[in-house]
Nanobody, 115 residues
């Protein structure tokens, strides 16, 4: 089965930028939707940004205007450009892909934003 691996996380100062990547263990031909979620310490996992099945994008209010989700290739289906990072963006970020009959999650990449 296809597995996802996120990369690009790390430690950054407030106001800085990071670009997250999502790499699949093999090319994914049919993707119904895909996106990024995050989970901060002590909080539930939440949507960050996502492409819907009809191609629209949804962003969580806290990241609108700062984060940009983009499409990649069958092997690297989705990216997340994060600008003007804030300490409250600190979380583990997860890639999520919906294929026919299955939802796939990556193991997450930690983003830490220092003040």
């Amino acid at each position: 089965q296809v597995q996802l691996v996120e990369s690009g996380g790390g430690l950054v100062q407030a106001g800085g930028s990071l670009r997250l990547s999502c790499t699949a263990s093999r090319s994914i031909i049919i993707i119904n939707s895909m996106g990024w979620y995050r989970q901060a310490p002590g909080k539930e996992r939440e949507l960050v940004a996502r492409f819907t099945r009809d191609g629209r994008t949804n962003y969580a209010d806290p990241v609108k205007g700062r984060f940009t989700i983009s499409r990649g290739s069958a092997k690297n289906p989705v990216y997340l450009q994060m600008n003007s990072l804030k300490p409250e963006d600190t979380a583990v970020y997860y890639c999520n892909v919906l294929v026919p009959g299955r939802e796939i999650w990556g193991q997450g990449t930690l983003v830490t934003v220092s003040s």
